[in-house]
């Protein structure tokens, strides 16, 4: 998922990766993945992170770029590196930690990852790792880390069964306004749209908090998230049910938007349904890709059509589109403005692009929606 935006656009909307002593410096590997949906892990990281200062990027099919330049269209100083040595030799970088950020279908290490891993560890870096393999079961990486004094932690690794609660109903005592942000596919840009509508309306005075749903946002230091993927299907439902409980039990906000998971449509995958089923959302708003024809993983099979999308959702539970926002892969401004044009007239909900729409019209998207909702902005 390359995607390149105008700068003027991008500038203003970019969740930058804000330098801070507080942060955790790190490297992301991500050799041969950077841009494309194998690498969404480093893509966001790029973009976002309350965690991690990230120093470069490992990835020599695209060394010598500024990753940036290549994902956005403006430096941000996040150079694309070769090797791990060549990542270590940087004069401003001093990384503590090696981010694993692909995120193959496989979900499985290859063995030129494992090299990569091991060299991490003889050189004293600590591991983050978000795939269904996990290295704090590998006996060698277990080895090499105990030798080298180094951790090793597995993002998806789930806690033990006796640990997870099944859904209770619970959830109906969450007086905040649940909002799903949905897709037609996965990697189409449902976080990163979450994160900013968390933002947007935050600035217009609404107390808003975001729970992430996958290993990508629970890396960028999201405080509230359950790896739905790495959970039994008995107790998905219930975990997301008892992490929102927990927020309006901690925050008491007045939305909690929930990040979805690839496309309720999406044969690969069923942690739509949990999503949908734990949160049990007054609205969703939709992300969609509208030049995307085919399932960004299996290029053979046809990606879900938007109309399809929403009448599986709205058929699923008992809730409401209330928006959708566009994912402008491959289209050109006067594309993107007419598509929202026809959208707006075909499902009689307002349709925005998160990442050149202003932050008041994002933010309408739940404030026009919900009579509860009033705008107080903070500036």
């Known amino acids: 998922m390359n995607i390149k935006i105008p700068i003027q656009q991008t ?23 950077l841009g494309n949906t194998e690498g969404k892990t480093a893509n966001g990281l790029i973009h976002h992170s309350k965690t991690y200062n990230i120093n470069s990027v490992i990835d020599s099919t695209n060394s010598g770029i500024d990753s940036g330049e290549m994902l956005f269209g403006f430096r941000n100083e996040i150079p694309i590196v070769d090797t791990l040595s060549m990542a270590l030799s940087l004069k401003e970088s001093k990384p503590r930690v090696l981010i694993f950020g692909l995120a193959p ?46 951790t090793l932690r597995d993002v998806r690794k789930p806690k033990a069964s006796h640990c997870l609660r099944s859904f209770d109903g ?26 900013l509508l968390e933002r947007a309306l935050n600035s217009q005075g609404i107390k808003t908090v975001f729970v992430s749903t996958g290993q990508t946002g629970v890396m960028q230091g999201t405080k509230y998230g359950v790896v739905m993927d790495s959970l039994p299907s008995q107790f998905a439902v219930g975990e997301l049910e008892g992490c929102i409980n927990q927020v309006f039990e901690d925050e008491f906000p007045e939305v909690i938007l929930i990040e979805g998971q690839g496309a309720l449509g999406h044969p690969a995958f069923s942690t739509s349904a949990a999503i949908l089923r734990g949160s049990q959302p007054h609205g969703v708003i939709i992300q969609h890709a509208p030049n995307r024809y085919h399932l960004c993983d299996f290029p053979k099979l046809r990606a879900s059509l938007l109309v399809d999308e929403i009448k599986m959702i709205e058929s699923f539970i008992d809730t409401q589109i209330i928006g959708i926002t566009i994912n402008h892969e491959g289209m050109t401004e006067s594309q993107i403005d007419s598509t929202i044009e026809v959208y707006e007239e075909i499902f009689d ?13 994002l933010a309408n998207l739940a404030i026009d929606y919900f009579d509860e909702l009033e705008s107080r902005p903070l500036h």
């Open 105 to 150: 279908t496989t979900g499985r290490l290859a063995e030129r990852d494992r090299l990569v891993i091991s060299e991490a560890i003889s050189k004293g870096l600590h591991i983050v790792c978000g795939l269904h393999e996990f290295i704090s079961d590998d006996p060698i990486f277990v080895e090499e880390a105990r030798r080298h004094n180094v």
């Open 170 to 195: 619970s959830i109906a005592h969450v007086r905040s306004k649940r909002i799903v942000v949905a897709g037609t596919d996965c990697a189409v840009g449902k976080r990163t749209t979450a994160i």
């Open 11 to 33: 500038k203003k909307w970019t969740l930058s990766p804000d330098k801070s002593e507080n942060k955790v410096e790190a490297v992301i590997y991500c050799e041969g993945g």
């Open 349 to 361: 909900v307002p349709v925005c692009d998160p990442l050149r729409c202003s932050e008041d019209t």
